[in-house]
């Protein structure tokens, strides 16, 4: 009986080492299934870390660009700063043309106003002028008639005077 129990024992501790085997073989398998995921990890951590590489040249490259934007807007700001001085002197001259035309106008209104009183005086000059010429043309005219109307009688009296003469001539001579 010994000997069967320990062929039973054998052949327990035989299926035992096949089963084992077995078992060892299918963790061998399980392994081997294991490392190729870890290799398939590996390579996928490897592909990462060239993405994350590609990714930095990028990010470094968008950071160049973005310096070379800030530079465009600190170079539009500058502009843009020139550009409001320009235009706040601008409007300082606005302003002071604005006062200009102004000072103008008031002074273009007095000399304006002192033409038309100059004008208003030389009108009434004129007016003065011309009524005193009228009543100096009236006079000579009234002269002139006079002169007319005395150098008629004068021609009357002196064709009178000569007539009568000649009567004194021949009343003289014949008497």
């Given amino acids: 009986m010994a000997d069967a129990t320990l062929d039973t024992v054998l052949q327990a501790i035989s299926e035992l080492r096949t089963d084992l085997v077995g078992r060892i ?4 398998g399980g392994f081997g299934k294991l490392e190729g995921g870890f290799g398939k990890l590996e390579g996928g951590f490897d592909k990462l870390e060239g993405g994350f590489g590609k990714l930095e040249g990028s990010l470094d490259k968008l950071e160049g660009r973005l310096d070379k934007l800030e ?4 170079k539009l700001e500058g502009r843009l700063d020139k550009l409001e001085g320009g235009f706040d002197r601008l409007e300082g001259r606005i302003d002071r043309l604005e006062q200009g035309q102004t000072r103008l106008r008031v002074e273009l209104s007095e000399r304006i106003d002192r033409l038309q009183n100059g ?13 005193n010429v009228e009543r100096t043309a009236l006079i000579a005219r009234g002269a002139s008639d006079e002169t007319r109307a005395l150098s008629i009688q004068v021609t009357e009296l002196t064709k009178l ?9 021949d009343l003289r001579g014949a008497g």
């Fill in 25 to 28: 073989g299918e963790l061998e």
């Fill in 71 to 74: 530079g465009g807007f600190d």
């Fill in 119 to 131: 004008l208003d005086d030389l009108r009434q000059g004129y007016i003065v002028d011309w009524a």
């Fill in 161 to 169: 005077v000569r007539r009568l003469e000649a009567q004194m001539r």
